[in-house]
């Protein structure tokens, strides 16, 4: 595999469920992110993690919780979530922290 | 912190034609990087173009340049020989060494055949 892979592609989940995304970078990056696409708005960061360290959380609600156990994988576990946390949600790398990305082919995710 | 607007919420062009997507963007760094990302109906988003701030010259990739205009902080992407591939949701970002990547709304694209 090359590149930035996401699993799964599409997930449905009720609100009371738990469940995680995965990301994995095949680039030898050092640094990766969460973001979160909604209909109609901008691309919108929500996580930062640079040599596994988290170096930017953009005030994301506690029913989202990242986690990086090294630089070429990255979890973002869902609980509780809420029907408006639907939407697409895109893992991205960067050789180091605010370099050039490059994406994944997200995950898209509802929230019944 | 850094602003970046797209201006053209949709355009279309004809197939083998050019388009101009129109980008400016403000930032209080001197030294700063921008992006032109196409997002296609598949939703991966793909890195187009790349511009250094710091380099005069006009990034260009096949049939993808770019029209950089420091002064008027303005970063525009031509596509020239436009295919119907071409179609797609096309972001303008920028940061810098220490700032996060900000995206504009994006510009969605259609080709006419």
């Known amino acids: 595999e090359t590149g930035v892979t996401q699993t799964p592609r599409h997930l449905v989940m009720g609100m009371t469920n738990k469940k995680s995304l995965k990301c994995e970078q095949h680039l030898g990056h050092n640094a990766m992110y969460w973001y979160k696409q909604s209909a109609k708005k901008p691309l919108e960061l929500m996580f930062v993690y640079n040599f596994k360290e988290q170096t930017e959380n953009n005030s994301v609600p506690s029913r989202f919780s990242p986690e990086c156990p090294n630089s070429s994988h990255l979890f973002l576990h869902l609980h509780t979530l809420q029907p408006e946390d639907s939407a697409l949600y895109l893992c991205a790398s960067s050789q180091r922290d605010y370099y050039e990305q490059y994406f994944g082919p997200g995950t898209r995710l509802t929230v019944t | 912190a850094q602003t970046v607007t797209q201006s053209q919420p949709e355009m279309s062009v004809q197939e083998a034609e050019t388009v101009t997507l129109s980008c400016t963007y403000d930032?209080?760094?001197?030294?700063?990087?921008l992006f032109w990302y196409k997002q296609p109906p598949s939703r991966q988003m793909i890195l187009v173009i790349r511009q250094e701030a710091y380099k005069q010259q006009n990034a260009t990739e096949n049939r993808f340049s770019v029209n950089f205009q420091k002064a008027a902080k303005s970063f525009s992407l031509k596509i020239s020989d436009s295919q119907l591939g071409d179609a797609a949701m096309y972001f303008c970002a920028c940061n810098s060494g220490n700032t996060p990547l900000v995206f504009g709304k994006g510009t969605r694209l259609s080709v006419i055949a």
């Open positions: 930032t209080s760094e001197s030294d700063y990087y």
